[in-house]
């Protein structure tokens, strides 16, 4: 019997036509012909193969798939030190395992009789557990296996994993992730992450090694500090499937060159989230293109600027991609007819057709030379070349793009090339034509020699005769188009002859690889190559006249003219009028740059500066780029924004700031320019929360490591740090400072005077704190709540706070003498709680999807506003009237209420996903959202509050 496994990922990766060639081999052999069985979902491919490939009475959708039937414990390691007296880190964490692998009450530890297997991140730490389980603790039932154990012990061991003789039972394996693949057995009941993997790819196979064969399994993994990104990646799946969680081909980079700068030169069209943002440069207006249901991941724009094309990734490899072409045309002209840049939501208003028919993701988009056609490219689990009608919408033919993944596809420039285009990827690059008579593609394949490339993005010279070839090793490839694709009996000619072949590759190897490029022929008709590269260098290359830069005359490398680093990775580069080009990075910041007539005339060789990093400014003329730092913002998920509340300042002079915080970064905004005034950054760690003192003296924030910090808003230095503030991180923050204080002198302010400051932590503590000029002192911890608290807010007179948590309960706390006055309980997670500006009743949100008002008095629910939003309730604040009250959520809507009647009196529809905070400016002309998709936006209240008062 012969067993095709996963042959739903052999079919849809580009290897049909080699299934069929063996099972072809295989049914010619009467002896191999018995039966054939396949694993996976085979119900759409297996009528492309026919009735006789496989028996249908023996195909199995699903055959051993266990991973739903395991078991998942996690185990902290900081919450673990807490409860005892460890040398180290280490030590705990050696402490906490054997208590893992010892424990019966719990569940977590192996069923008798079975075996375990601990995973490890390297061989040294294996040795050191293994020496410690058996010296220090006396298990002797351990045992090594990693690649440095002997070949014949490695197998003995395995015979063991399978045995059932009493001397094996209850076997510990201490292994690498050696033993993570392949290893297949029904007798291991528990796995262990001792050290947590590196990578959603290492979890999943380290977890597959238990519950095989349809049996139960218990997974438990030691999470710390060092695992955050991949822990945050296994809890964004929820309530996923592990399948769609994690598959294998899921990317967890940027997507590149989705940013587009339009030839006219006025409009900047780039993704965010599951929208496309369309700006007005000279105007600052945006209009939003809405309907994608996941992340955008390419984009490409008609040569004559009319149509626009997005792809999308789809939420589970199983699902349609859908491709959606837009009436750019249409948008740009209502968007300039605006006085105010519209509603910002088009939803479906300017769709010019829906293409659906790639499964999982949408890889790559190009046009053709005159626009007739759209050339679509499918991810890895789709790895199909789609050619489209663009008159009409219809897919014209499709096929399977090569044998490996396919990354990349860029069309040809001149209109006699229409049908042609050119794809690349994994270690191949074709050059294909569409005939449209006969509905077909016709491919010619490249010579590359012995070179093995990965090819992430292609540039095709203006002439059609070159095509420029980013290389993930950090290379560029120059390859000739010297063939004829418009004959049919050019097709496939004599071997080494017309075929596009290999010409020279770049001197320099840029790190990171070769994200984007862009082929540029000056006025002068002489070359250049701009280059992107993934660590943020942006890169000249002169190839001096475009007629013999075509001629594949030259063979030497081709030298970098001159450089310039970036801040993040370099994603997407474009072209726009009079010469000026835009560049995006990874880290949300978009520069514009122009070429020097002559990149090498004042160096010799590769020269970078700074000068890019600072806002508006620009690179001198002589190093060959001249590079202005355009727009900028955080380039993750936004956590929280506040304004300043200072008693001194006018309600306008408050308003015209704002804060942010994000991964890595605290940012001081100018909400009336939207330009960032300040910055401050700590390395490798998020801020969740950010406050101002009421005098504006101190910016205080809390942080994923258990700390909170406290800067100088004016020049960003730090004035102070409370170590180990929570046990884990700090989730909520709450300035402390009594009203008398801004009625002191003008000598007197938060960063000399003693004040206040409430924390809350993951942990479930609130903790209050005594500033003082010289030291922070913890005055009370309190410990009722049993989830993270996720808001704080704070009386005016600061005699008392308000907690919400995600346990479901909202706590008030006696600050004088530091016990609980008040607990409000619902069947919620609560995310965030306010006090009306009289202080006589709470404001309430969290996943129930409304709003409760409870008298603060009593503590009991006076009033509910049921169905407030379709998703999960994030954010809320009022404004100090107590007249309107806004919220936002995770269905990315900002809606404004009447606080006495209870009506949504405005929407707002701009984010793509969840809006994780919101205030209303002081000046309660302005409202500022931020959310997960890293998004800032300032709306404007108008004439709203008069109306509700009305």
């Not at 390297?122 to 050191?128: E, G, L, N, P």
């Not at 154990?149 to 015979?159: A, E, G, I």
């Not at 009319?306 to 072409?325: D, E, F």
């Not at 180990?724 to 909520?732: K, P, R």
Request: glycine share 8%.
């Amino acid at each position: 019997m012969v067993v095709v496994d996963e042959a739903d990922m052999l079919l849809s990766g580009g290897f049909e036509k080699e299934t069929k060639q063996i099972l072809a081999t295989i049914r010619n052999q009467p002896l191999l012909r018995a039966e054939l069985n396949s694993c996976g979902d085979t119900e759409s491919k297996d009528r492309d193969l026919g009735e006789d490939d496989f028996s249908a009475d023996r195909t199995q959708t699903g055959f051993h798939r266990t991973l739903p039937k395991l078991t998942l414990h996690t185990r902290n390691l900081r919450e673990f030190m807490t409860c005892g007296d460890f040398i180290d880190e280490q030590h705990a964490r050696c402490e906490l395992l054997y208590q893992i692998l010892t424990s019966t009450e719990s569940g977590e530890g192996a069923s008798a009789g079975e075996k375990t297997l601990v995973f490890t991140n390297s061989i040294a730490s294996a040795d050191a557990l293994f020496d410690y389980l058996e010296s220090e603790k006396g298990m002797t039932n351990c045992a090594l296996f990693h690649k440095e154990v002997d070949r014949s012990r490695r197998q003995q061991l395995l015979k063991r994993l399978d045995s059932e003789v009493d001397a094996d039972k209850d076997l510990v394996v201490i292994c690498t992730d050696i033993a993570a693949r392949g290893l297949d057995t029904t007798k291991v009941s528990h796995v262990v992450q001792f050290e947590f993997a590196s990578d959603v790819v290492s979890y999943l196979h380290r977890i597959g090694r238990t519950g095989r064969a349809g049996t139960a399994g218990t997974v438990t993994s030691i999470e710390s500090s060092e695992n955050s990104l991949v822990l945050d990646k296994i809890r964004e799946a929820g309530t996923s499937t592990l399948q769609n969680a994690f598959s294998r081909k899921r990317s967890l980079r940027t997507y590149p060159d989705t940013l587009i700068y339009t030839t006219d030169g006025k409009y900047l069209i780039y993704s965010l989230g599951l929208a496309v943002v369309v700006k007005d440069i000279k105007r600052n207006t945006q209009c939003f293109l809405r309907g994608h249901t996941d992340v955008i991941t390419c984009l490409a724009i008609s040569n004559d600027g009319s149509k626009l094309a997005s792809g999308q990734q789809s939420k589970s490899r199983g699902n349609k991609a859908p491709v959606i072409v837009w009436d750019l045309a249409e948008a740009t002209k209502q968007l300039a007819a605006s006085a105010d840049g519209g509603d910002g939501d088009r939803g479906d208003n300017f769709v010019a057709f829906r293409l659906v028919l790639h499964m999982g993701k949408v890889q790559a988009l190009a046009f053709s030379a005159k626009d007739s056609f759209l050339f679509t490219v499918g991810g890895q689990d789709d790895n199909a070349l789609v050619c489209w009608n663009m008159e009409n919408g219809e897919p014209i033919c499709g096929t399977p793009s090569g044998d490996d993944s396919t990354l990349v596809v860029t069309a040809f420039n001149r209109e006699a090339n229409d049908e042609l285009l050119v794809t690349g990827g994994n270690y191949m690059i074709t050059v294909w034509r569409v005939e449209i008579k006969h509905r077909k593609f016709h491919a010619l394949r490249a010579n590359l020699g012995n070179l093995k490339r990965i090819v992430t993005c292609i540039g095709v010279s203006p002439d059609d005769k070159v095509a420029y070839c980013g290389t993930k090793t950090g290379d560029l490839l120059e390859i000739l188009l010297n063939c004829d694709l418009t004959k049919p009996n050019c097709l496939f000619p004599p071997v080494g002859t017309h075929k596009p072949r290999y010409s020279r590759t770049t001197k320099e190897r840029f790190s990171q690889g070769v994200v984007t490029l862009l082929v540029h022929d000056n006025e002068e008709n002489r070359r250049f190559v701009l280059i992107g590269a993934g660590d943020g260098n942006l890169a000249v290359l002169k190839l001096g006249p475009a007629s013999a830069a075509s001629d594949g005359s030259k063979t030497q490398p081709i030298a970098t003219a001159c450089m310039e680093k970036l801040m993040g990775g370099v994603t997407a580069l474009s072209e726009g009028k009079y010469g000026d080009f835009y560049a995006g990075t990874n880290h949300s910041n978009m520069y514009q740059f122009q070429l020097a007539d002559d990149p090498s005339s004042n160096s010799s060789g590769p020269r970078s500066n700074n000068a890019s990093n600072r806002p508006g400014s620009a690179a001198p003329s002589g190093t060959g780029l001249r590079v202005a730092l355009r727009s900028t913002c955080h380039y993750g998920s936004i956590n929280d924004v506040v304004f300043p509340s200072s008693a001194t300042r006018s309600p306008t002079d408050n308003s015209h700031l704002f804060l942010t915080c994000a991964k890595t970064d605290i940012r001081i905004w100018n909400a009336r320019r939207c330009q960032e005034i300040l910055r401050v950054q700590v390395p490798n760690l998020v801020c969740n929360c950010v406050e101002l003192t009421r005098d504006g003296g101190l910016v205080v924030s809390g942080w994923d490591d258990g700390k909170v910090r406290a800067f100088y808003p004016e020049s960003g230095k730090l004035k102070f740090v409370i170590q180990d503030a929570h046990n884990e991180a700090v989730t909520a923050i709450a300035v402390c400072t009594p009203s008398f204080s801004s009625s002191a002198s003008s000598s007197s302010s938060s960063s000399a005077s003693e004040w206040r400051l409430v924390t809350g932590g993951k942990d479930g503590r609130v903790r209050v704190w005594r500033i003082t000029p010289s030291r922070q002192t913890m005055e009370a911890s309190l410990k009722e709540h049993r989830g993270p608290v996720n808001a704080i807010k704070v009386v005016q007179d600061c005699t008392a706070c308000v907690s919400a948590s995600s346990d479901g309960s909202c706590i008030v706390w006696n600050l004088e003498t530091f016990v609980r006055t008040q607990a409000m309980f619902a069947s919620t997670v609560f995310r965030r709680v306010l006090y009306h500006p009289d202080e006589s009743q709470l404001l309430t949100c969290g996943s129930d999807r409304r709003i409760t008002y409870f008298d603060a008095y009593d503590g009991e629910a006076i009033r509910f506003l049921e169905e407030a939003a379709e998703l999960e309730m994030l954010a809320m604040d009022i404004e100090h009237s107590g007249t309107i009250f806004a919220t936002g959520g995770r269905d990315g809507m900002l809606k404004l209420w009447h606080y006495d009647n209870g009506e949504t009196v405005a929407i707002g529809r701009g984010h793509s996903e969840a809006i994780n905070a919101v205030k209303i400016s002081p000046d309660r002309k302005e409202i500022v959202t931020v959310g997960s998709e890293g998004a800032i936006m300032i709306w404007e209240m108008g004439d709203l509050l008069e109306q509700a008062r009305g």
